[in-house]
T-cell receptor, first 110, second 112 residues
Framework: NAGVTQTPKFQVLKTGQSMTLQCAQDMNHNSMYWYRQDPGMGLRLIYYSASEGTTDKGEVPNGYNVSRLNKREFSLRLESAAPSQTSVYFC?????????FGPGTRLTVL | GQQVMQIPQYQHVQEGEDFTTYCNSSTTLSNIQWYKQRPGGHPVFLIQLVKSGEVKKQKRLTFQFGEAKKNSSLHITATQTTDVGTYFCAGTNTGTASKLTFGTGTRLQVTL
């Protein structure tokens, strides 16, 4: 039982490159989330999916797209990476009372 | 939009001292959660408070939810080095039950 898994763990991109961050959960939860964490700013919600087939914008959606492929998987895509997107990205899945976080992806955009 | 602030941003204590972090929301919350993140790790759920004025304890940790449901606190009695990390509060508004708004976090450093 792995909980929430994320790939890759680390990534370095050049400005303008694209990439997809993968997230999967084996807990059968309906709701999944993508956050970014920057120093001194806590976690900010990028996009979330309340259930399979639905996605909604969070606080900082610009420059990102998401896909809820099925109940297990929720991916985050950067179409044209910018240095401002250098951050640590966390995926989470929600049960009734709590969110379970993945280990994070540390992304650097040069 | 909703804002959740925490103070202090950082606190350094000696082992055995007490520690408190405060969380304030710009809007009334339906519930509040607390998470702990160890250095280099991911946030881990600690507790959820739902009722106005609610107080819950977990060993040396005491959590409170304000009467107006706009503020909360976490108090650690007799800190230990294992308490090191960043503590986040996160609130949910009525009508947006799917979304948590995280506070800015308080980083706790404990030395011997």
């Amino acid at each position: 039982n792995a909980g929430v898994t994320q790939t890759p763990k680390f990534q370095v991109l050049k400005t303008g490159q694209s990439m997809t961050l993968q997230c999967a959960q084996d807990m059968n939860h309906n709701s999944m989330y993508w956050y970014r964490q920057d120093p001194g700013m806590g976690l900010r919600l990028i996009y979330y999916s309340a259930s399979e087939g639905t996605t909604d914008k969070g606080e900082v959606p610009n420059g990102y797209n998401v896909s809820r492929l099925n109940k297990r998987e929720f991916s985050l895509r950067l179409e044209s990476a910018a240095p401002s997107q250098t951050s640590v990205y966390f995926c989470a899945a929600r049960s009734v009372n709590e969110q379970f976080f993945g280990p994070g992806t540390r992304l650097t955009v040069l | 939009g909703q804002q959740v602030m925490q103070i202090p941003q950082y606190q350094h204590v000696q082992e055995g001292e007490d520690f408190t972090t405060y969380c304030n929301s710009s809007t009334t919350l339906s519930n509040i959660q607390w998470y702990k993140q160890r250095p280099g790790g991911h946030p881990v759920f600690l507790i959820q408070l739902v009722k106005s004025g609610e107080v819950k304890k977990q060993k040396r940790l005491t959590f409170q939810f304000g009467e107006a449901k706009k503020n909360s606190s976490l108090h650690i009695t007799a800190t230990q080095t294992t308490d090191v990390g960043t503590y986040f509060c996160a609130g949910t508004n009525t009508g947006t039950a799917s979304k948590l708004t995280f506070g800015t976090g308080t980083r706790l450093q404990v030395t011997l």
